[in-house]
């Protein structure tokens, strides 16, 4: 079976997988540089964590074949600086720009001030393309970590979009629930419709039919009756950045099935890579949560729904609290309990 690959670089130019065209159609749209790369980020092209982190990679290794002899540092902080702009709560896209930072620092430190920007441009497009392979493969390794909670699970619920999608590939709560099912583990999987960017129904349900995994989709408003038939046993989510104490950012909407998900006694599992981990960020509180635009709601397939006039409430992202959270998944183990001392614990693992 193909792998689904949001991100595609093919002779030194980005093809990113057009989610908002998906499922309808799967079209490549070509990038060439921060500006680009950031609008992309900014309208969803492309999204989840991970995936905006490596895209956000390549956009800036093509900037950098544009970097001036002498004004490497100038030229690199302001791609960087339009490309964290893109979207404010995912921490994978900070981390991605601090670490293409470090790796240019080192090439001016190895050759001095004049170092030449062809040097600088190869060293960071070559950490972009190691940034993609370690993804995927470090989101097979947190599926495998999952896949083990989910041997007893009846059902189990996901929200929003956390699958190859969102990522480099496999996916991380996806990449769980399929690591089980590659395991032979069977389970009625349950995706929410995520309003008001339907990321479950066009993408989560896309995902799961091409990976032959039977998927029953439902609306947001739908879960806590669900809950309450006892036909789910477990919910796994991803995350946009878990702070230091264990508080989840994700999709909005998350929260209240967390909150759901403990009414019922349902195990409520986080899928987070490290570098959706920011252990510089004490608690939620510090979280900046994304603001998006009114039509999202108001609209639907571009379609006015809503009365004419209406005010608009749209953050894109909610805080769980970490005393809602059963586990956290790693790519380096399952952490619960004491989250500050278990997330410190895996980022050092992971990071070496
Ligand atoms: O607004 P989106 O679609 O970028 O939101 C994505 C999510 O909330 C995902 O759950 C999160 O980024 C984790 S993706 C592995």
């Given at each position: 079976m193909a792998e689904v690959r949001p991100i595609v670089w093919k002779g030194g130019k980005l093809f990113l997988l057009d989610q908002r065209k998906l499922p309808a159609r799967e079209t490549l749209l070509e990038l060439?540089?921060?500006?680009?790369?950031?609008?992309?980020?900014?309208?969803?092209a492309v999204r989840g964590a991970p995936a905006i982190g490596v895209t956000a990679?390549?956009?800036?290794?093509?900037e950098a074949t544009h970097f001036r002899a002498g004004r490497i540092r100038e030229d690199l902080?302001?791609?960087?600086?339009?490309?964290?702009?893109?979207?404010?709560?995912?921490?994978?896209?900070?981390?991605?720009?601090v670490r293409l930072h470090g790796v240019a620092e080192d090439v001016l430190r190895e050759y001095g001030e004049d170092a030449s920007p062809r040097r600088v441009a190869a060293a960071i497009?070559?950490?972009?393309?190691?940034?993609?392979?370690?993804?995927?493969?470090?989101?097979?390794?947190?599926g495998g970590h999952g896949a083990k909670l989910l041997s007893r699970a009846s059902g189990v619920l996901t929200h929003c979009n956390a699958g190859a999608l969102a990522t480099a590939g496999y996916g991380t709560a996806l990449g769980v629930i399929r690591s089980a099912w590659e395991s032979g583990t069977r389970f009625g999987v349950y995706a929410t419709e995520t309003r008001p960017y339907l990321q479950g129904a066009r993408l989560t349900s896309w995902e799961l039919t091409k990976l032959q995994i039977?998927?029953?989709?439902?609306?947001?408003?739908?879960?806590?009756?669900?809950?309450?038939t006892g036909r789910v046993s477990a919910v796994v989510v991803g995350t946009d950045r878990t702070a230091a104490n264990g508080d989840v950012a994700n999709k909005i909407g998350t929260y209240q099935i967390a909150v759901l998900a403990r009414r019922h006694n349902i195990d409520f599992y986080v899928a987070a890579p490290t570098?959706?981990?920011?252990?510089?960020?004490?608690?939620?509180?510090?979280?900046?949560?994304?603001?998006?635009?009114?039509?999202?709601?108001?609209?639907?397939?571009?379609?006015?729904?809503?009365?004419?006039?209406?005010?608009?409430?749209?953050?894109?992202?909610?805080?769980?609290?970490?005393?809602?959270?059963?586990?956290?998944?790693?790519?380096?183990?399952?952490?619960?309990?004491?989250?500050r001392q278990g997330l410190a614990r895996a980022v050092k693992k992971a990071r070496g």
């Open positions: 060439s540089g921060a500006r680009d790369t950031a609008k992309a980020i900014k309208d969803m990679a390549f956009g800036l290794a093509m902080a302001k791609a960087a600086a339009t490309l964290e702009a893109a979207r404010p709560t995912a921490v994978n896209l900070k981390w991605a720009l497009r070559r950490e972009a393309q190691a940034m993609m392979t370690k993804d995927i493969e470090v989101n097979r390794r947190l039977p998927v029953t989709l439902l609306t947001d408003g739908m879960v806590g009756h669900l809950f309450g570098s959706s981990i920011d252990l510089d960020c004490r608690d939620g509180s510090a979280i900046p949560i994304e603001q998006r635009g009114s039509e999202e709601v108001t609209h639907v397939a571009g379609r006015r729904m809503a009365a004419e006039g209406v005010q608009v409430f749209n953050p894109a992202f909610d805080v769980t609290p970490a005393e809602l959270v059963t586990a956290i998944i790693t790519e380096a183990g399952v952490v619960s309990g004491d989250y």
